[in-house]
């Protein structure tokens, strides 16, 4: 009779199970020529809507084919402000909870990730690789009262060559109106800069 062995089972973590089903986070799965935008797209949405929800202040920045900064003016909740202490991932992400999951889904494809946390005036800052802390939080002089600005490099072996951020990209496109969006019927404007594009305008001066 032929025997069977069962190998133990393990939990698998976080960033193991963005990386093998991306398309549960981000709706399109590992070598679409999307991912990346629909990376931007996720976190802008995240940035964009409060709990309670209204339309936050946001900005995006697309620096390169394959990194993006999105700035929210999102509060933190009390309990948040009181601890601001890793505790679940270990990281400055702790602040997003799990009912905000696009930031740490966007760190699990990302080769570097820089978040900056405002809280009361004080600021933030830490550097991961993937979603380890590359070092300890590093506390500055915050620029706003309270809010988030965080910064992905995405990783270019999980994206594939040739994949980009879409060019010329509209506020409605990163919003996607309806779905859950309780502000559906206001209008969704918020600057997008794309810094490809200023240096191919200073170039062709």
């Known amino acids: 009779m032929e025997k069977f062995t ?60 394959l990194s993006f900064t999105v700035e929210s003016d999102q509060r933190s909740s009390p309990d948040e402000r009181e601890r601001l202490l890793p505790e679940f991932f270990g990281s400055l992400l702790d602040m997003f909870d799990m009912r905000r999951w696009a930031p740490s889904a966007a760190a699990a494809l990302s080769v570097r990730t820089v978040i900056e946390v405002w809280l009361d005036g004080r600021g933030y800052r830490q550097e991961l690789a993937g979603m ?33 951020i879409a060019w010329a990209l509209r506020p409605e496109e990163l919003h996607r109106e309806g779905g859950t969006c309780k502000e559906s019927s206001s209008p969704t404007t918020f600057p997008i800069h794309d810094l490809r594009a200023e240096a191919e305008e200073s170039l062709s001066e």
Request: glycine residues 10%; contains cysteine; hydrophobic residues 35%.
């Open 6 to 65: 069962v190998e133990p089972l393990r939990m698998v973590d976080f960033v193991e199970h963005v990386r093998r089903r991306p398309a549960g986070y981000f709706l399109v799965e590992q070598g679409s020529p999307e991912l990346p935008t629909e990376v931007l797209r996720a976190v802008a949405w995240d940035a964009l809507h409060c709990c309670d929800g209204r339309h936050g202040q946001v900005s995006v920045e697309i620096g390169s084919d």
């Open 132 to 164: 380890d802390p590359t070092g300890p939080r590093e506390e500055f002089m915050a620029p706003k009262p309270f809010g988030t600005r965080t910064t992905f490099h995405l990783d270019p072996s999980f994206c594939g060559p040739g994949e980009a």
